[in-house]
Nanobody, 120 residues
Framework: QVQLVESGGGLVQAGGSVGLSCAASGSGFSINYMAWYRQAPGKQRELVATIYNGGSTKYADSVKGRFTISRDNANNSVYLRMNSLKPEDTAVYYC??????????????WGQGTLVTVSS
């Protein structure tokens, strides 16, 4: 079984920074891409950032220029550095990955979520 374990987050003031980490554990799998989603109270879960195997990245317009996603392939880990935080960034942030595991093929895996609260 492949699991994603997140860490980081917490309470931060507007304009501040915080980092999130996520590590995939298990055996016999490879990772196609890793991503961060978030879900604010009363809202749908939204994609924040994605990083692919080649290192290319995509960001939601709302976080471009403020958030940076990075990856450590050797340790099956992904990070999200969040700068210039705004109260509207308050949400539960979820780590996500598409993995390949024989013989089932491609599978989507989610972390448990970590809360980021930005105070004004």
């Amino acid at each position: 079984q492949v699991q994603l374990v997140e860490s980081g987050g917490g309470l931060v003031q507007a304009g501040g920074s915080v980092g999130l980490s996520c590590a995939a554990s298990g055996s016999g799998f490879s990772i196609n891409y890793m991503a961060w989603y978030r879900q604010a109270p009363g809202k749908q879960r939204e994609l924040v950032a994605t990083i692919y195997n080649g290192g290319s990245t995509k960001y939601a317009d709302s976080v471009k220029g403020r958030f940076t996603i990075s990856r450590d392939n050797a340790n099956n880990s992904v990070y999200l550095r969040m700068n210039s935080l705004k109260p509207e960034d308050t949400a539960v942030y979820y780590c996500n990955a598409e993995i390949y595991r024989y013989p089932r093929g491609d599978l989507e895996v989610w972390g448990q979520g970590t809360l980021v609260t930005v105070s004004s």
